[in-house]
């Protein structure tokens, strides 16, 4: 009997140690009854069908459509757009989408493609946007309850060589898993930058798609061949209905299921590092199994109860019967055993030699050898445990530090040795701190993400509340460059700077850990009708002013002088005063003393991308000019830099601004709440100051350093009892005798500019400005 009892407990240990089990599977009706559920090889399953009488509303009609071999296809809707891979009854669907498509030279089959699901959502974690091409810059637009959010990529490759088999990040191919929103209707859109004029063998054609991950794998064969127009497969998600909720679902849900809410993300701010649009749909719902049933939850009479004990979804031991209840199960001992108190059953226990009355030393012989054979069990379980924990921890240890020597940890510390950095301004966080600090990186600590990383809100053991940058990628062969942005970021010492308090090394990208800004970013002021109203235009001016002395700083005074490279109204934070802080190095370079200009891959912001650097690929301290004229604009209209509302002509805001410029109509596109009469010459002073910064030649644009005093001079001016004597400027008299002088537009980036200095010639202002 003893032998019997370590028998049965080995087993249970290498049942639990391998997790064997015998699962049967049992087949539940998909569809309404005399309803197809297949069409083709594809599972149609209610609320989806192929007649009328077989689905739930005509957003789930499926059209069952013979192909050109013969063979039936599914497609979403009337329509034939969207050919169906496959249904899941859990809320999502795999749909072919076509590509956009555009050559440089004629055969542009389509330079754009649109998806209208009407009452379905594109899935954002499921899909990722790709562009292929050498000169190709592609953006993906989400339009959802009139708002449109969008994001993009830049493909690019000077030399064919420099393309990887596999790589998509950048070079002949890019990609990006941030799809904008939760949207019903999706855009991605091409445009070429120029011919390829130098990649020998490479056809001028650029490709852009959403594909579901996983699907697709790039090859340098893509870029030297011109595609046939193909599909690829995407990822939607579905819900009963977009606009009720599950207060509506007694009629849809039918029984032992429940009613799961659906509702698209709400939108985050942003902190130094991008921006991240939010919105939602009306609601929406789905129907599911409640625990212990399976089947449809949409058709009657709902979900089945699982019977565990025929398919082994069981925990009953050895020793017990099991019987199966509606939803779960029951574990009752066999007829002479008894519960042993630990969910078990096992035999009562007798006393042999009380029974027998012999036999008592050679029966407790072979108890001591079941137990010594059980501990010993439990022991080796135990020791394989310890060594296996004591394995993985040494190996976190190796990987933490392979990772602090391979992000230049030991630079950084030889370099503080060396009074390179301070130890009291560059700190080097350990990975464990910053976990806690931000509580595991937890979603609800988002306060910002972009196209460089992800930014959260942390809480240090000293109190301090930070800004904790975690980036998407890092070049490993720029780890001497990173080591240095952060001793040179960590030892500026700027009011309108946000403050670099250090980094950690220990992971497999580096951390930055910034101050932690409270009133969010320009963007968020400007573009939300209810603060824009709330910004006066002396704040503004105020908040222009600080930046550009911010970046007159970086470009003159810094040593080594650096180059912000993604200047956006995204990036410049403010306080509860109103203080403008510039935000997110994330892309910055230094310059080296002897050089004026460096040769780069681009990188930035669509919008704000100064075009002779986006042909030339030379980045200059003129390249944040432009990138601040933008930002001057957008002070003075409340509009977004790209924006794909409204006609088409407006979607450049630089170019439509220049354009109204021209016409003498600045005040078609000003913001009204900022326009008054007293201060009409200080907006047109700033609007010419704007079109300077934004000429296309960068030697023709003025200094940061120029703007900055420009811009700190108007404030003086602003403050002067003279103020509104329009009379005594000199400089307005010129203005008004000055002739145009004609006003081009160059289609390799829409903007060219000559000298136009006479913007208040013939100028009126608006009535309603004037209130």
């Not at 309803?35 to 009609?61: A, M, Q, R, W």
């Not at 795999?94 to 009452?119: T, Y």
């Not at 046939?228 to 995407?234: G, R, S």
């Not at 310890?386 to 530090?401: A, D």
């Amino acid at each position: 009997m003893n032998f019997f009892i370590v028998l049965l407990l080995l087993l249970l240990v290498l049942s639990a140690v391998l997790g064997c089990s015998s699962k049967t599977t049992t087949t539940y009706p998909i569809a309404q009854p005399t309803c197809k559920d297949h069409c083709g090889n594809v599972s149609i399953p209610f609320p989806f069908g192929l007649t009328e009488d077989c689905y739930l509303n005509p957003d789930f009609f499926i059209n069952c459509t013979n192909s050109t071999n013969g063979s039936p296809k599914p497609y979403l809707g009337s329509g034939n757009d969207a050919e169906l891979e496959s249904i899941s009854i859990e809320g999502q669907l795999s749909v072919f989408q076509g590509i956009a498509r555009k050559c440089h030279k004629g055969d542009e089959i389509s330079a754009n493609s649109w998806m209208n699901l009407s009452a379905f959502f594109v899935n954002q974690t499921a899909n990722k946007f790709v562009a292929v091409g050498c000169n190709t810059i592609a953006t993906i637009t989400g339009v959802e309850a009139g708002l449109s959010y969008e994001t993009g990529c830049i493909a690019s490759c000077n030399c064919f060589k420099d393309v990887v088999n596999g790589s998509c990040s950048g070079i002949g191919c890019c990609q990006t898993t941030d799809i904008p929103i939760l949207a019903s209707n999706v855009n991605f859109t091409l445009k070429t930058i120029t011919e390829n004029r130098n990649t020998h063998g490479v056809v001028n054609c650029s490709y852009a798609f959403v594909v579901k991950k996983g699907e697709f794998n790039f090859s340098s064969e893509m870029l030297t061949e011109k595609w046939e127009i193909q599909k690829v497969p995407l990822v939607i998600d579905w819900m009963v209905s977009s606009m009720d909720k599950c207060s509506d679902s007694s009629s849809v849900c039918k029984g032992n299921t429940t009613c799961e809410e659906y509702s698209g993300p709400h939108g985050g701010g942003s902190h130094g590092g991008g921006s991240h649009g939010g919105g939602s749909h009306g609601g929406g719902y789905r129907c599911a199994c409640k625990k212990g049933y399976q089947g449809n939850p949409y058709l009657l009479p709902g979900c089945l109860d699982i019977d565990e004990c025929a398919n082994g979804q069981n925990t009953c031991s050895k020793n017990a019967i099991c019987l199966n209840t509606p939803g779960n199960y029951t574990c009752p001992c066999k007829k002479g055993f008894q519960e042993d108190g630990k969910g078990g059953c096992q035999l009562p226990v007798k006393d042999e030699c009380k029974d027998n009355g012999k036999g008592c030393h050679s029966s407790n012989r072979v108890n001591l050898i079941a137990l010594s054979a059980a501990l010993g069990t439990i022991v080796l379980l135990v020791i394989c445990f310890s060594v296996n924990l004591g394995y993985r921890q040494r190996k976190s240890v190796q990987m933490r530090e392979k990772f602090f020597r391979d992000n230049g940890g030991m630079i950084l510390q030889q370099r503080i040795a060396q009074g390179g950095a301070s130890s009291g301004t560059t700190r080097i966080f350990t990975a464990e701190e910053l976990k806690k600090a931000t509580n595991n990186y937890d979603q609800t600590r988002i306060i910002g993400q972009g196209g460089f990383g992800i930014v959260y809100k942390g809480h240090l053991l000293d109190n301090r509340i930070v800004a904790v940058k975690k980036a998407k990628m890092m070049d490993p062969t720029q780890v001497e460059q990173f080591i240095n942005e952060v001793i040179v970021l960590s030892q500026i010492n700027h009011r309108n700077i946000v403050k670099l308090f250090g980094c950690c090394l220990e992971t497999e990208i580096p951390l930055l850990v910034y101050e932690f800004i409270s009133n969010g970013t320009l963007s968020e002021h400007l573009h939300n009708k209810g603060k824009a109203s709330a910004i006066s235009w002396s704040t503004r001016l105020k908040i222009a002013t600080e930046t550009a002395e911010v970046l007159s700083y970086l470009h003159s005074a810094a040593s080594p002088p650096i180059i912000h490279r993604d200047v956006k109204s995204v990036n410049i934070l403010l306080d509860d005063d109103y203080t403008a802080r510039v935000s997110d190095f994330g892309a910055s370079r230094l310059v080296p003393q002897d050089q004026t200009q460096l040769t780069t891959m681009v990188q930035g912001t669509f919008g704000y991308l100064d075009p002779e650097y986006l042909q030339t690929n030379h980045l200059t301290e003129k390249s944040d000019v432009y990138s601040f004229g933008v930002v001057l604009i957008e002070l003075l209209t409340s509009r977004r830099a790209l924006s794909f509302e409204g006609p088409e002509k407006e979607r450049h805001l630089s170019q439509y601004f220049l354009s109204l410029l021209k016409e003498n109509q600045l005040f078609e596109i000003l913001d009204d709440n900022i326009v008054c009469e007293r201060n009409t010459e200080e907006l047109q002073e700033v609007a010419l100051l704007a079109k300077r910064c934004l000429n296309v030649k960068g030697e023709d644009r003025p200094t940061m350093k120029e703007v900055a005093v420009e811009l700190s001079g108007l404030r003086r001016a602003a403050k002067h009892p003279w103020t509104n004597n329009f009379e005594t400027s000199i400089e307005s008299e010129a203005l008004l005798t000055e002739q145009p002088i004609p006003f081009e537009y160059d289609a390799t980036f829409s903007i060219a500019t000559t000298e136009y200095d006479s913007l208040k010639h013939h100028m009126e202002l608006p009535e309603a400005a004037g209130r």
